[in-house]
């Protein structure tokens, strides 16, 4: 497993080993004790998949009261996936950084707890797999609308497709984000 650092601590790209033959290929995906070894020591409670159409573009999301670390990859397809860092006092606050997945790369992308997440689809479709250390709640869910200027993200979609819910989300600014509760 290769571990490959961001400018946003804790937010981590990882390069599980993958083990091809005339046959196809196999992976592990997820080990606690090896993921521990590298600091990610979360207990995930919550596995979900998304399927999205080529330009559709989700996000940036978070939960307010309980913030989910995210442990991200996709299945089938390519994504670009975007972390911004929302920790008040981070000297990162605001900033973002964003990694390429794909099911050709393997590539997974580890968010800690204090992050906004969002991605947008490349291919015609994806299948797109994340581990979550905290439950949904509806009523809990924050967002930041995907364009916000003073976070700057450089977004591969010209055209993206959003939800309406997303549509109206506000810009960083606008909001006032509380301490995250490790």
């Not at 015609?124 to 709640?137: G, L, M, N, V």
């Amino acid at each position: 497993m290769n571990i490959i650092t961001t400018q946003l601590e804790g937010v981590v790209i990882i390069e599980p080993e993958v083990f091809r033959d005339n046959r196809g290929f196999f992976a592990e995906t997820y080990n606690r004790k090896r993921y521990e070894k590298y600091g990610i020591d979360c207990i995930f409670v919550q596995d979900n998949l998304s399927y999205s159409l080529k330009n559709t573009l989700r996000g940036l999301h978070f939960q307010i009261k309980h913030p989910q670390a995210k442990l991200v990859q996709v299945v089938s397809g390519e994504i670009f996936d975007v972390a911004v860092d929302i920790r008040p006092g981070s000297t990162t606050f605001g900033k973002w950084t964003g990694a390429y997945l794909s099911d050709k790369n393997k590539r997974q992308l580890f968010i800690p707890k204090g992050f906004a997440h969002g991605f947008c689809v490349l291919s015609e479709t994806a299948y797109f797999s994340y581990k979550c250390s905290d439950y949904y709640f509806p009523q809990d869910e924050g967002g930041i609308i995907w364009s916000d200027h003073d976070i700057g993200i450089d977004w591969p979609v010209k055209n993206p497709i959003i939800s309406e819910k997303d549509k109206q989300l506000p810009r960083l600014s606008d909001i006032k984000v509380s301490g995250v509760r490790c």
